[in-house]
């Protein structure tokens, strides 16, 4: 997928670990809000969405 300089593509964090998740998305200049614990279940914005560099992703963890 074409993404415009300065945009980002949002992973699907699905499976990741807070940990995971807070690596990929930091590399991406993204800021990640976690919320609970364990593996990621759901993210406030859906995977493959072009978005700003420096918005902030809200992760939902869960334990399994």
Known sequence: ?????????VPNL??????????????????MNAEGAGVAEGQSVPPNSIVDTGIEVTVYFKQE
């Open 1 to 9: 997928q074409n993404v415009p300089q300065g945009k980002n593509l």
């Open 14 to 31: 699905q499976g990741k670990t807070v940990r995971e998740a807070a690596e990929l998305l930091s590399a991406m200049g993204i800021t």
